[in-house]
């Protein structure tokens, strides 16, 4: 009987030997974890840039309370009356819970941008609504871009809406600074942006940064 506890009291030494590294370890990785617990992760570190929205016939109008619909508007892209065509829906990374906006164009260009967003329903691509989050007026500047002949927006001013929960953060330089202006915004869970360029004045596009 002796010799079979002292056979166990060794093999749980060894075990509790064997543990300790992971022990350790895991301590340390729980350490490092409440340090960066606030940090927001980065997987998404490539911008996403829609189309070239083009200064050639008309600019869709702002939507309206009734047509903030999913169907209601991907039938107006289809369709393509009155610049409704140049509206863009984007699908946001799984994953992603804020964005980074910028915008670029032909020198000197102008665009105004109202930024909408919803999150699909069940099934995807059900139809669901989308909410107006702002307006961002843009005016290019003269920093390049990768881009052949575009030009970063060094000027970017908001018209917050006010029913919207998420604040904006906006870079604005300023006219001659050669700096990109920036936009950003907490998506809470919305996984649909819809991008209604009202006014244009030259060629420009959105790009778009997801984190």
């Known amino acids: 009987m002796k010799k079979k506890l002292i056979t166990i009291l060794v093999l749980t030494a060894i075990a509790t030997a064997m543990l300790l590294p992971a022990k350790a370890a895991l301590t340390a990785w729980q350490t490092w974890t409440s340090i960066v617990a606030a940090e927001r992760s980065t997987g998404y570190s490539q911008w996403h840039s829609t189309a070239t929205i083009s200064d050639t016939a008309a600019e869709p109008s702002a939507l309206g309370v009734t047509e903030r619909t999913y169907t209601t508007i991907t039938a107006a892209i289809a369709a393509n009356v009155q610049g409704d065509g140049k509206i863009i829906v984007f699908q946001v990374p799984y994953g992603a819970n804020a964005v980074r906006v910028r915008a670029a164009g032909t020198?000197?260009?102008?665009l105004t941008t109202d930024i909408?967003?919803?999150c699909t329903g069940t099934p995807a691509n059900a139809n669901f609504e989308v909410n107006l989050r702002g307006t961002l007026a843009w005016v290019m500047g003269t920093q390049a871009t990768a881009v052949t002949g575009f030009v970063f927006a060094?000027?970017?001013?908001?018209?917050?809406?006010?029913?919207?929960?998420?604040?904006?953060t906006i870079a604005d330089p300023g006219d001659g600074t050669n700096l990109p202006a920036e936009a950003m915004i907490d998506l809470q869970g919305d996984n649909v942006i819809v991008i209604v360029p009202t006014t244009l004045d030259g060629d420009a596009k959105l790009i778009l940064k997801f984190y």
């Open 154 to 168: 060094d000027e970017c001013t908001l018209t917050a809406d006010s029913a919207s929960t998420s604040a904006w």
């Open 107 to 110: 020198a000197d260009a102008t």
């Open 116 to 118: 909408l967003t919803g």
